[in-house]
């Protein structure tokens, strides 16, 4: 909403500043956008007086010029065919910046054709004030000299813009401003009353609604003997100034009222009009409109008819049938209330976009219907002459809004502000309100947001002032804390850590892919599709948050940055139910080879598995007694890849080297490793012990005692049966198995391995005899035996 | 003694040229061995008188001790010359390469976790929810009726739906988990929920997806004062200076009264100064809670009241730590995520500070 500072002064008796304005809006709830004053880009400009102007001696076109400025007088040469003697100019003085023609002048005198010039004479144009081109500004010869060209003008006016909020419609007239302006103290409110305009003869249109609730009233009167032509020079400053076009007397005088009075009009030729006007719903019927172009209304939209059919959107755009035009002699003013939904059903289905329909939607006063009339009526007979006829009233007025029962405590309580009833009576009656002597508070009729004692409440503590709201830090909360954050969270947080000193840095992408990436990825399916997408590479919620990551590695790659390594904790998507969206860890490495003067370190599937158990151990998942098994996603390698599940159902992780077509699919080069890690599926800790004590420490007094075995296993074998073959062989004794060599070749058959283990024995009783040792050893074959190894010979 | 003295300076001037171990050892044994020098003249002993054994026995323990100290000191010597010896080729490069770069946090995530850990001070448990929303949840409890204007004020991320159901939202903002939390759990509530938002816009300002953290105080007599209180502490808190705040009414249909909150900030060449200077910046919209959304949870307006507040964290983030573009915050550029990222290590929380 735009307004000028000499406007809202037309409804507030004030003296004060811009400034101290826009500080009271600011303070009162009225968001301040923006303030423009046009005079600032014109203070360098002055009103001047040429004194003389003599043809240029070395130039048809060229004059020279004497000038008195408030600089003194200057002698300044002019291609202006309208230059001469005696008349009032727009002087700019050296080193001006000319805002229509984008440069500025130069700070000392310059030679044209030899004869020196110092400072110009400026055209509308290039002032930025108008399309008048082709000669310099003819002022008003009686200006005074010296006289800032802003004020002469009358251009020393700012522009505020600023924020309306939903709920309150009524700012969008500047009457209401200043009612909250003057409630907070910034003057005192002075709106003109409306007189009550009889008329002198019956309204020659019938006028009916069939529809009470899409249009529950239409105001109507006819004026006659009315002359349509260009308004009054004020009037289109006026408008001029907040950025609309002024058209002809009839439309700006409905422009004005809209922002003057947030009562949007509507003016029709009656000599255009056959029979009647009857409001009701549209029943698809097109017709061209007044922002030139064509809508058809359906059942749900609110039609204007005549005789011959539509007219127009009713409270939305009217027609050309029936606009008025210099011809228009007899006019019917519209002054109606329409139903905000209906308006905002209609607007939103043909995007079509209005004042008055921006008006309707949130509801206009409907205690100003026949004010409104008047107004309009007022202004026609002031601007355009003509005879007023009576009133018609189709429909019923809307009733008031309910009053409500206001209990003063309940300031105090939601606030903690200590008031007087006196003061709170006091806001409550400045900004309209009628407050009866029990507190029963009647709302005003542009005031229909009030519906209870927190409405009453925020308008005194707006107008009384935020600032003066005492701080007051929050209370604790009685007993012990707990730790506030949930067992993911603090999983999660760990894990993230783990990651990045694993050296992958964490990214956040968006949640939303392209449906045939997710396609690629398990998901993909219609219904996870976006109705409106941000853009069409963006329309699908995500199964996974790989796809980002690898899009995000290969934009590196083309920049000049390989070997990117992210991960990410975030939300993916396997429906649209609350119980369907899980918190993955996804992280990727891709595998450009890094080359190092220690040698290679490669990274391949199972870094990703590192990275995965590295993610899962900081977790305080039991990552030793994972059972491993194959992602059912088909976007891995399918030899190249793993699971780690808790039984058959609960999956913690897949990881391992992504499949190449996948890949490609994205438009992905080379190979990349990835994993997804599914924090929520990690078993929450046993309930809470009574403490946190760690059981005892058993440290026993004999030495460990190692064994090494190389056992032959078929290829197809994991090394991780083995491993889990042989710490199973005594779970007393065996305190760790681990892995040294991985050998084919010589000495090996083919299609198979040897894997050679060493394993730690723990006595916790006496020192292993060789007996006890050849036991264990006999137990550890035949447990390996079982699992597809032979000792190897 | 004469002999003593002489046997003495014999074995020193051999012991001070012995260039190697094992002419050290022949030297020692052939004094101290069992058949050495030293032990035969110690048996000569036997034959003395006992005068001349009070003289000779302790000069011959003496001259026995001295030479073992000499070959001690001398073993010693040639080790340490050894070793010296040996280390003069033991040498690697110093300035090789080692190690790899431990990767970054997002500073989105940082940002999180230090309100967390300044809400966690003031007693505010950290609270999740959908990212895929019912109208009922995204709106309708928050007290935006169907059809009103102040639904525009948020550009929603519908999904598709079948005919005749009702389509799903991306939530617009963190406030649906007030809903949530208010419908299942009892006063007193003391939450913050961070998350993932949606809105369907994109500008230098606007990404379509942003975090918001969401703050819910449920409980009696918390009145708008604390509202102020604690948004207060929380800035100064969170900027890691004192901060100069505005509160502006402002309207959100879900409170009643309603507010926003500015902070004082200049600018410094390219950088934004939070705290201090002439100018006002708008971080965060809160209020009291209004009586629609608490009946709207099943709570009685009557009996408990309570606030809320919102902000975006992506921009607190830009704010707090320079960077410069928001929609940089979401496109995983290495460098950029190396740059503006936090060190692993750093776990915010209030004995060690936050950053």
């Known amino acids: 909403m735009k307004f000028t500072l000499s406007w809202l002064k037309e409804h507030l008796e004030t003296d004060a500043t811009i400034d101290q304005v826009v500080e009271a809006m600011t303070l009162a709830g009225l968001e301040v956008e923006e303030v423009e004053n046009p005079a600032e880009k014109l203070s360098a400009f002055s009103v001047a007086k040429v004194l003389t102007a003599e043809k240029h001696p070395d130039a048809d076109k060229l004059r020279v010029c004497t000038v008195e400025t408030r600089d003194g007088v200057k002698t300044i040469v002019c291609g202006a065919p309208n230059a001469r003697a005696d008349m009032t100019v727009a002087y700019a003085p050296m080193g001006a910046y000319i805002p229509g023609a984008d440069f500025s002048l130069d700070k000392k005198p310059r030679k044209i054709r030899g004869v020196e010039s110092s400072g110009m004479m400026c055209s509308g144009a290039e002032l930025d004030l108008g399309e008048d081109a082709d000669g310099i500004m003819d002022l008003d010869s009686a200006l005074e000299m010296g006289t800032p060209l802003a004020d002469a003008l009358n251009l020393n006016d700012p522009v505020i813009d600023f924020e309306v909020t939903p709920n309150r419609p009524d700012w969008l007239g500047v009457d209401s401003i200043a009612r909250d302006l003057a409630a907070v103290g910034l003057g005192t409110l002075k709106t003109k009353p409306i007189e009550s305009i009889k008329g002198s003869f019956p309204c020659p249109v019938a006028i009916k609604t069939e529809v009470p609730e899409a249009c529950p009233t239409f105001v109507g009167r006819v004026v006659k003997g009315v002359k349509n032509g260009p308004s009054p020079q004020w009037l289109q400053d006026q408008l001029k100034a907040i950025g609309l076009r002024p058209i002809s007397a009839l439309v700006d005088i409905t422009n004005f009222i809209t922002y003057d009075r947030a009562r949007p009009l509507h003016f029709y030729d009656v000599a255009k009009l056959k029979g009647g006007i009857t409001v009701r719903m549209g029943k698809d019927e097109t017709f061209e409109a007044l922002d030139d172009k064509s809508y058809t209304a359906k059942d749900g939209d609110v039609a204007i008819t005549d005789e011959s059919g539509i007219l127009g959107l009713g409270g939305i755009v009217g027609g050309t049938t029936t606009g008025c035009d210099e011809g228009t002699t007899d006019i019917l003013i519209e002054c109606a209330y329409f139903d905000p939904l209906t308006i905002r059903r209609t607007a939103k289905r043909l995007g079509v976009n209005s004042d008055a329909k921006y008006r309707f939607e949130r509801g206009v006063d409907t205690g100003f219907l026949l004010g409104g009339m008047d107004l309009a009526t007022q202004m026609v007979l002031d601007i355009c002459g003509g005879k007023p006829s009576e009133v018609v009233i189709a429909g019923d007025i809307p009733t008031p809004p309910p009053s409500i029962k206001f209990d003063t405590a309940l300031n105090k309580r939601l606030t903690g502000l200590d008031m007087d009833d006196g003061a709170m009576r006091k806001i409550l009656t400045d900004l309209g309100f009628n407050v009866g002597k029990d507190w029963s508070v009647e709302v005003p009729t542009w005031r229909r947001d009030a519906t209870k004692g927190a409405d009453l409440v925020e308008e005194i503590v707006r107008i009384h002032g935020y600032h003066n709201l005492e701080a007051v830090s929050l209370p604790p909360l009685p007993g012990r804390r707990e730790p506030t954050a949930t067992v993911t969270q603090n999983r999660t947080r760990l894990a993230r850590r783990a990651l990045a000193g694993r050296g992958l840095s964490e990214a956040i992408t968006w949640s939303f892919v392209l449906q045939d990436h997710a396609k690629l990825f398990g998901g993909g399916a219609d219904t996870m599709l976006l109705d409106n997408p941000i853009s069409s590479d963006l329309n699908c919620m995500r199964p996974t948050a790989l796809i980002h990551l690898l899009l995000a590695g290969q934009r590196n790659a083309d920049k000049g940055y390989p070997r990117a390594a992210q991960f990410e904790l975030g939300p993916v998507y396997g429906g649209t139910q609350p119980n369907e969206q899980a918190l993955a860890l996804a992280g990727m490495r891709r595998t450009e080879t890094e080359r190092h003067w220690a040698g290679e370190c490669p990274v391949d599937a199972l870094s990703a598995k590192a990275d995965a158990l590295a993610a899962l151990e900081a977790m305080g998942a039991n990552v030793a007694n994972l059972q491993m098994s194959k992602p059912t996603g088909d976007y891995w390698h399918p030899g190249r890849c793993g699971r780690l599940q808790m039984g058959p159902k609960n999956i913690l992780a897949d990881f391992g080297e992504l499949h190449p077509r996948a890949l490609k699919a994205l438009g992905i080069e080379g190979r990349v490793i990835a994993f997804e890690v599914w924090p929520e599926n990690i078993p929450a800790p046993k309930k809470k012990k009574a403490s946190k004590a760690k059981s005892a420490l058993a440290l026993s007094d004999f030495m460990p005692v190692h064994r090494d075995f190389a056992f032959i296993v078929a290829d197809n074998v994991a090394a991780g049966t083995i491993l889990k073959a042989a710490q199973g062989a005594d779970k007393q004794l065996i305190s760790n198995v681990s892995l040294f060599d991985v050998y084919q070749g010589k000495g090996v058959e083919d299609g198979h391995k040897s894997l050679a283990i060493d394993v730690t024995l723990s006595p916790k009783d006496a020192t292993l005899t060789d007996k006890d040792i050849e036991a264990v050893s006999d137990k550890i074959i035949a447990s390996v035996m079982k699992a597809g190894g032979r000792l190897r010979a | ?355």
């Open chain 2, 1 to 355: 003694m004469s002999d003593i003295t002489a046997v003495k300076d014999k074995y020193a001037a051999q012991i001070q040229s012995a260039d190697e171990l094992r002419a050290l050892d022949d030297i020692r044994v052939a004094a101290l061995g069992k058949k050495g020098e030293i032990g035969k003249m110690m048996q000569g002993l036997g034959k003395m008188s006992i005068d001349e054994k009070k003289v000779m026995g302790p000069a011959l323990n003496g001259l026995k001790n001295d030479i073992a100290a000499m070959v001690e000191a001398k073993k010693e010597a040639l080790e340490n010359a050894a070793l010296d010896a040996a280390l003069v080729s033991e040498t690697m490069d110093m300035s090789l390469p080692v190690g790899a770069p431990a990767g970054t946090l997002h500073p989105v995530q940082q940002v999180m976790e230090e309100m967390a850990v300044i809400f966690s001070d003031m007693g505010f448990s950290v609270a999740e929810g959908p990212d895929i929303e019912d109208d009922f949840h995204n709106f309708t409890a928050l007290n935006f009726p169907p059809g009103h204007p102040a639904r525009d004020m948020h550009d929603t991320f519908f999904m598709t739906a079948e005919e005749g159901e009702e389509k799903k939202v991306l939530r617009t903002h963190t406030s649906p988990v007030q809903i949530r939390t208010m419908i299942n759990e009892k006063p007193p509530i003391r939450i913050i929920a961070p998350g993932r938002t949606y809105r369907c816009d994109s500008d230098q300002t606007h990404t379509p997806m942003f975090h918001q953290v969401e703050g819910l105080v449920i409980d009696k007599g918390i009145h708008m004062g604390h509202l102020k209180g604690v948004l207060m502490d929380f800035v100064s808190a969170f900027f890691e200076t004192d901060v100069d705040v505005q509160f502006r009414p402002h309207h959100f249909p879900f409170t009643e009264p309603s507010a926003e909150m500015d902070v004082r900030y200049e600018r410094v060449g390219s950088a934004i100064k939070i705290g201090q200077g002439e100018k006002w910046m708008e971080i965060l919209g809160c209020g009291m809670v209004h009586p629609n959304v608490l009946r709207a949870c099943g709570v009685d307006p009557d009996e408990y009241q309570g606030f809320a507040f919102g902000m975006g964290v992506d921009r607190l983030a830009m704010l707090k730590y320079g960077m410069p573009d928001l929609r940089d915050m979401f496109a995983g550029d290495s460098r950029w995520l190396t740059h503006y990222g936090f060190n692993p290590l750093l776990q915010a929380n209030l004995a060690t500070g936050l950053s």
